[in-house]
């Protein structure tokens, strides 16, 4: 075999790093030894990989092609060596969720899944749909949790659980108490909504099709805690996940307004990299993730 797995690591720190001396710092390795692994597998193949663009090293064409291959051929040697020395523990997993599910789902299943013998730890990154989907496409997050759509030829979208978008406004603003709100009463309502590029904003501008040009739109937040304030306080009335929403509804500090006619539908989805190894961490995180989403469904009549 004419490469290493430790070649492989340095190539794919690079990748990530963009820069030899913090890939270097990444794998605990000196700047010139890094970069002898890279000179090395480069000139074993006769191949370029990156192109110096000021003191970056970006990948070239020839580097992101054989990116996904390598990032899958280490995953699985890693896997390999854990199934082989029993007395390590399991990988770090990487997991990137976007914020309604950061914020109120995937802490109490880190909390199972690192309480589990055998398992690793998990780091969790939060964000919208678009910067965890860039995470995954780049192999920063070994999976995604997102709620909102998206197509990208290098990411595999997998349903996990069904969602749906509630609007609300606090208990004495002037909508509070109706029955049903119709278009011009969205049209009149001065909104406080989710930043562009978020799950939620995408499924709201669906949702409110035919409409949107002509929104009150006051304020765009990237935090559900700080919209939710800021109706509270009677600035105008919100969209967000009923999973955000279910403890201010209980104590009365938000109420819900119903808005027939206007689909607020969704799903939560798995992201993965489709070159990505599935590894036996990863098949358990979405497995806990189902047992959750299961558990949290309402009984059906025959159940109940």
Same mark, same amino acid.
């Given at each position: 075999?004419?490469? $290493?797995?430790?070649?492989?690591?340095?190539?794919?720190?690079?990748?990530?790093?963009?820069?030899?001396?913090?890939?270097?710092?990444?794998?605990?390795?000196?700047?010139?030894?890094?970069?002898?692994?890279?000179?090395?597998?480069?000139?074993?193949?006769?191949?370029?990989?990156?192109?110096?663009?000021?003191?970056?090293?970006?990948?070239?064409?020839?580097?992101?092609?054989?990116?996904?291959?390598?990032?899958?051929?280490?995953?699985?040697?890693?896997?390999?060596?854990?199934?082989?020395?029993?007395?390590?523990?399991?990988?770090?997993?990487?997991?990137?969720?976007?914020?309604?599910?950061?914020?109120?789902?995937?802490?109490?299943?880190?909390?199972?899944?690192?309480?589990?013998?055998? %398992?690793?730890?998990?780091?969790?990154?939060?964000?919208? %749909?678009?910067?965890?989907?860039?995470?995954?496409?780049?192999?920063?997050?070994?999976?995604?949790?997102?709620?909102?759509?998206?197509?990208?030829?290098?990411?595999?979208? $997998?349903?996990?659980?069904?969602?749906?978008?509630?609007?609300?406004?606090?208990?004495?603003?002037?909508?509070?108490?109706?029955?049903?709100?119709?278009?011009?009463?969205?049209?009149?309502? %001065?909104?406080?909504?989710?930043? @562009?590029?978020?799950?939620?904003?995408?499924?709201?501008?669906?949702?409110?099709?035919?409409?949107?040009?002509?929104?009150?739109?006051?304020?765009?937040?990237?935090?559900?805690?700080?919209?939710?304030?800021?109706?509270?306080?009677?600035?105008?009335?919100?969209?967000?996940?009923?999973?955000?929403? %279910?403890?201010?509804?209980?104590?009365?500090?938000?109420?819900?307004?119903?808005? @027939?006619?206007?689909?607020?539908?969704?799903?939560?989805?798995?992201?993965?990299?489709?070159?990505?190894?599935?590894?036996?961490?990863?098949?358990?995180?979405?497995?806990?993730?189902?047992?959750?989403?299961?558990?949290?469904? @309402? @009984?059906?009549?025959?159940?109940?």
């Amino acid at each position: 075999m004419k490469y $290493t797995l430790r070649q492989l690591e340095v190539f794919l720190a690079i990748a990530r790093q963009q820069h030899l001396t913090r890939a270097a710092e990444s794998l605990a390795m000196s700047q010139s030894a890094a970069s002898s692994a890279l000179r090395e597998l480069e000139q074993q193949f006769s191949i370029r990989l990156f192109d110096r663009v000021g003191k970056r090293l970006q990948l070239n064409e020839s580097g992101q092609l054989i990116r996904p291959r390598a990032e899958a051929l280490l995953a699985e040697a890693m896997a390999l060596q854990q199934s082989l020395d029993v007395h390590s523990e399991a990988g770090r997993l990487k997991v990137g969720a976007t914020l309604t599910i950061g914020n109120y789902l995937a802490v109490g299943i880190m909390a199972r899944y690192m309480n589990e013998p055998g %398992t690793g730890r998990v780091s969790l990154d939060v964000g919208n %749909t678009e910067e965890i989907a860039a995470k995954v496409a780049n192999f920063e997050a070994d999976i995604g949790l997102i709620e909102g759509e998206l197509h990208h030829p290098d990411i595999l979208l $997998t349903p996990w659980q069904d969602d749906e978008l509630v609007v609300f406004c606090a208990p004495d603003h002037s909508l509070a108490g109706r029955p049903a709100l119709d278009d011009r009463d969205l049209l009149e309502a %001065t909104w406080i909504v989710r930043e @562009p590029g978020s799950g939620t904003r995408q499924t709201f501008n669906r949702a409110l099709h035919g409409l949107l040009p002509q929104l009150n739109i006051l304020l765009e937040l990237q935090h559900t805690e700080a919209i939710k304030r800021a109706v509270e306080a009677g600035l105008g009335i919100g969209c967000l996940s009923k999973v955000t929403l %279910t403890e201010a509804f209980r104590r009365g500090s938000l109420v819900p307004l119903p808005v @027939p006619g206007r689909d607020f539908q969704r799903q939560f989805y798995f992201a993965l990299h489709r070159h990505k190894y599935v590894s036996a961490g990863i098949e358990r995180w979405v497995s806990l993730c189902r047992e959750t989403a299961a558990g949290s469904r @309402p @009984p059906s009549d025959a159940q109940a």
